[in-house]
């Protein structure tokens, strides 16, 4: 189920908030019609998954309830094993089997020798990558005393699978919502909800009104890249770096307003990451759950920035390359991650070797240009694609190209260039000051409205993918 699809706006959503404010609900039961409702917006992509889900979600409440009574370390750690190894485990089958086995036959096929692995058709569930990050999390947390389980089934399994964020994040920490689940309130905040319908609404604007506009513009280009000269390379990749923001950031605002409006607050997911001066500060602003988790749980595990310079920057190779292959099993997104780690170590390293002071507007030009360049390799399916796009946009293949191509561009620049000053110069969503005024809600509802009256065709976000 879509957030941006008629079934969910006009049918789920309603019926949800009224069942979840019920005054003649309890607290647990309120929890069991959150429950209920999430595996069902789940399993309207694919029923056959909740069942996977649920034994996620069974493992990991036990296995937290185990570590927490455990009084032995060795028994606390056994407990942590198993509940990571079931979660990378049903991870790697269902998200990269099909990657190694292909990767393997390559690898015979190009020195000649061994034989066929049988390559998987499987069908990658929605989130699993998300939630799995979550309860992984829970259970290092419990780990190391930083979390208190709960006796409830249902308190656990309401935080797993809570609809707002549970296909595509922000990736909420247990530590972050435990104490919002233990002490839910019975009556709505209005200031709350109205917040959240704010929220809401603004991130459906960027995704049906900013995302999907400029995709529409751009994506028939993109499936004749080959043909791309400098120009039409370039307002592919400057369309896709914005539609890839305005798309996963209208996602997590849609899913911190929907949180709000059942009482819950999630963390910020992006701090107009465009906006960056350099590519340490954008992945402090790009998907910041991710980047926390990532610091908190591999790389300050692995030594952090404390000893020698060279194991920073193995840390922050590994980080990425790790955080690269998390996004899809495709080599690219492995080139992708190491491309960001390079950076990364190449900043960390100037910065140590010596203090050099750069204007903030070419930093952030500079900044920018890299993650665009970056954007190339995460959006093509092969390295072969990145290539011929990447020569494209220095100018290897001709300046316009075709006159339909600069027809197509030409009608849809005005747009782009919106788009462009909008992450460049405006503040994001958690920045404005909003008040519930009756004028406020006339403009969100008529943007509303406006989104909705787009729903004619389904246009699933692009985090659904990993």
């Not at 309890?26 to 429950?35: K, W």
């Not at 690898?107 to 061994?114: E, V």
């Amino acid at each position: 189920m879509l957030f941006n699809s008629y079934i969910f706006v006009l049918a789920f959503l309603p019926i949800v908030l009224l069942v979840w404010w019920s005054p003649l609900l309890n607290t647990r039961f309120r929890l069991i019609s959150l429950v209920i409702a999430s595996y069902t917006f789940y399993g309207w992509w694919d029923y056959r998954f909740v069942a996977l889900l649920f034994i996620s979600t069974l493992i990991d409440y036990r296995c937290g309830q185990l570590i927490h009574k455990s009084i032995l370390k060795n028994r606390r750690l056994f407990w942590l094993v198993v509940s990571l190894i079931s979660n990378l485990g049903i991870l790697g089958f269902f998200k990269y089997s099909g990657f190694f086995a292909k990767s393997i036959n390559s690898l015979t096929a190009w020195i000649a020798g061994g034989g066929e692995i049988p390559v998987p058709d499987i069908i990658l569930p929605a989130g699993i990558s998300f939630y799995t990050f979550q309860t992984m999390s829970f259970s290092i947390d419990v780990y190391r005393r930083q979390a208190r389980p709960t006796e409830s089934f249902w308190h656990f399994a309401a935080y797993v699978s809570m609809f707002p964020q549970l296909i595509a994040g922000p990736i909420v920490r247990y530590t972050e919502i435990e104490s919002q689940l233990r002490s839910i309130p019975e009556k709505i905040n209005q200031n709350q909800f109205a917040r959240g319908i704010y929220f809401f609404v603004i991130g459906m604007v960027q995704k049906v009104l900013f995302a999907d506009l400029i995709a529409a513009a751009f994506e028939p280009l993109m499936e004749n890249y080959q043909s791309l000269a400098f120009v039409g390379s370039w307002f592919c990749m400057l369309g896709y770096t914005c539609q890839l923001y305005f798309d996963f950031a209208g996602y997590s605002n849609m899913a911190v307003g929907l949180g709000l409006m059942l009482g819950f607050s999630f963390p910020q997911n992006f701090n107009s990451p465009y906006q960056a001066t350099n590519i340490s500060d954008f992945w402090r602003r790009w998907h910041m759950t991710l980047s926390s988790w990532l610091r908190d749980y591999l790389f300050i595990p692995l030594g952090g920035s404390h000893g020698k310079h060279f194991r920073t920057l193995r840390n922050l190779v590994i980080v990425m390359f790790l955080g690269g292959l998390w996004h899809g099993a495709n080599w690219t997104f492995v080139i992708w991650g190491l491309y960001h780690g390079g950076l990364l170590a190449a900043y960390f390293a100037i910065r140590s070797w010596k203090k050099i002071e750069i204007p903030s507007l070419i930093g952030r030009w500079v900044t920018f240009l890299l993650v665009v360049v970056g954007w190339v390799i995460f959006r093509s399916s092969d390295m072969t694609m990145c290539g011929n796009i990447l020569a494209s946009m220095i100018g290897l293949h001709g300046m316009y190209g075709s006159p339909e191509d600069w027809t197509v561009i030409q009608k849809s620049l005005p747009l782009l260039i919106s788009l462009l000053f909008i992450v460049f110069c405006i503040p994001n969503a958690w920045n404005w000051n909003f008040k519930p005024r009756w004028q406020t809600a006339v403009v969100l509802g008529s943007l509303l409205a406006l989104c909705v009256l787009r729903f004619s065709t389904e246009s699933p976000f692009l985090y659904f993918q990993f």
